[in-house]
């Protein structure tokens, strides 16, 4: 299950996520960063509560990474990720937990 909000600012476009990232939710969050991307102002990517992310989820957030997608997570294991994937550190397999 994944929650997807998303917060419209003059500046910047704000989608947050909670849940899981993987599965089903992949198009969804993908659909989400397009459509804000359109707008033709930044995105950021808040992974607010995210319980698991897939690989399929984190090939997801390096696309979005290459699309200047900023993204941002709380948590620990999530802050970790995200910062291997703007640092372009972090292994196409994934990370083994």
Do not use: W
């Not at 419209?8 to 909670?18: F, G, K, N, S």
């Not at 659909?31 to 991307?37: G, I, L, S, V, Y």
């Amino acid at each position: 299950m994944i929650r997807i909000m998303t917060s419209d600012e003059p500046a910047l476009t704000t989608i947050t996520v909670d849940g899981r990232l993987s599965g089903e939710s992949i198009d969804t969050l993908e659909t989400f960063c397009n459509r804000a991307a359109s707008k033709r102002k930044p995105v950021r990517l808040l992974l607010r509560d995210v319980s698991a992310i897939g690989h399929d989820g984190l090939a997801l957030l390096r696309r979005l990474a290459s699309k200047d997608v900023g993204l941002k997570a709380s948590g620990i294991y999530t802050s970790y990720l995200v910062e291997l994937i703007q640092q372009k550190r972090l292994p196409h397999s994934g990370l083994r937990r």
